[in-house]
């Protein structure tokens, strides 16, 4: 089963032919590879392109291990080409090869050449597209599939749907099982086998103890704001294990760089500076993060919280989690500064959206605490509040939109609204 990957077809074909490198990253396993040697070689084809002007090279395949050698895979990319016609190389899982900069900056001298390539780690690819590439990098984040991707083949109504991708998230090879069982043994052997032996092994870890047991810390708290420090004192008075701030913190990198996790920084709204503690992460895919848990920890609060940070970086916007100061009255009536969240702060060139997440707004009491801090934000910004279920977008007196998570993840304009 196909599922439609249109948002970032079409990035690459507003980038085809431009000069450029396209680097396609995003989490091993969420589509990198389907997008480039089947929808975008398709695409290709059905606008003209002759097949054998399309170089495919998958690294990480067994039948090309002669071609992680970068000499050998220049020279036969160089040979393949016979005329000067276009030709368009597709190389997958590009970190595989050492030096893979220097081939790529080599076949750019190449007047007839459009090179795209994959790969599953950012250190490998996002900071080299800058030194390496000399500003001729062109990056394209892929994500695992939103949930319109997922409905759009999923066979049954709007709520089980939901119930299945908070519980199983949107990897693409999922589509194709048929019950729950293959789903969470699928996901359980790839966290395993495949992420975390990845950021191991790369990364030269070990003790594998510890980063096996950090990734649950984060997979328990996600939502929540946490440090390093927070996370070692953890580790010395639940687990009585010695684990340094530096080692955390670079491990916490090693996790964001595999593109497991992404973290989101604090912004203070008043004061307009970012604040350093106290970040907050979130898992890219919820499926990875529910087996990593046994699929225990199910609370739809904070898994809600997750897919909207994720919809919302999927849709291109930059995202921080937001922080008020206000003034208040404790119980004995004396005046305290205290600090009010907004759960995201959205930003896309000029314009920006403040956002909280809710999955029960039905008392007053709960509006209250939703609607505090966006009362408090000094500008005139669109505020939002998403909640759970299908409700349709509505302004209330205070002139904030309330929208139901559905239409949210549906209606691509949803925060035009």
């Avoid at 680097?23 to 695409?43: A, D, E, M, Q």
Wanted: proline letters at 2%.
């Amino acid at each position: 089963m196909e599922v439609k990957r249109d948002t970032y077809l079409q990035q690459l074909i507003q980038r085809k032919d431009n000069g450029m490198i396209k680097v396609i990253t995003g989490i091993r396993r969420c589509g990198k590879s389907f997008l480039l040697f089947h929808i975008y070689k398709r695409y290709l084809i059905e606008n003209g392109v002759d097949a054998d002007h399309i170089i495919e090279i998958a690294l990480d395949g067994i039948e090309n291990e002669e071609l992680r050698d970068p000499k050998v895979c220049f020279q036969y990319i160089k040979d393949s080409i016979k005329d000067q016609k276009k030709y368009y190389v597709l190389l997958d899982e590009v970190q595989f090869m050492p030096r893979f900069e220097e081939v790529l900056n080599s076949l750019l001298r190449m007047n007839n050449i459009d090179i795209y390539v994959t790969g599953s780690n950012s250190k490998f690819l996002s900071s080299d597209i800058v030194t390496e590439f000399r500003g001729r990098g062109d990056e394209i984040r892929i994500y695992p599939l939103s949930f319109a991707e997922f409905y759009s083949v999923y066979d049954g109504d709007y709520d089980d749907a939901w119930d299945e991708y908070m519980t199983y998230g949107g990897l693409p090879q999922l589509v194709e099982f048929q019950n729950e069982r293959q789903k969470a043994e699928y996901l359980k052997n790839i966290f395993t086998n495949v992420y975390l032996k990845d950021v191991i092994e790369r990364n030269k870890i070990q003790n594998v103890d510890e980063i096996g047991i950090l990734v649950d810390v984060l997979a328990s708290s996600i939502g929540a704001p946490t440090n390093p420090s927070k996370i070692s004192n953890t580790f010395t008075s639940e687990r009585q294990m010695t684990y340094t701030n530096k080692t955390i913190s670079n491990h916490i990198e090693y996790l964001a760089e595999a593109f497991l996790i992404a973290k989101a920084n604090r912004y203070d709204i008043k004061g307009r500076k970012y604040i350093g503690a106290n970040l907050k992460y979130y898992f890219t895919d919820l499926g990875l993060r529910n087996a990593r848990l046994n699929f225990r920890q199910q609370e739809p609060t904070h898994i809600m919280e997750n897919i909207v940070y994720n919809e919302l970086k999927i849709r291109g916007y930059n995202v921080d989690v937001g922080i008020v100061d206000i003034f208040d009255k404790d119980k004995n009536g004396k005046r305290v500064r205290k600090q009010l969240e907004v759960d995201f702060v959205v930003n896309q060139v000029n314009q920006r959206y403040y956002i909280q997440v809710a999955y029960d707004m039905s008392s007053e009491e709960k509006q209250t605490q939703e609607f505090k801090s966006l009362r408090n934000i000094p500008d005139s910004f669109k505020k939002i509040v998403i909640v759970n279920g299908s409700k349709k977008p509505w302004r209330n007196d205070d002139g904030f939109v309330i929208m139901g998570m559905k239409y949210f993840l549906l209606e691509s304009e949803s925060l035009e609204y």
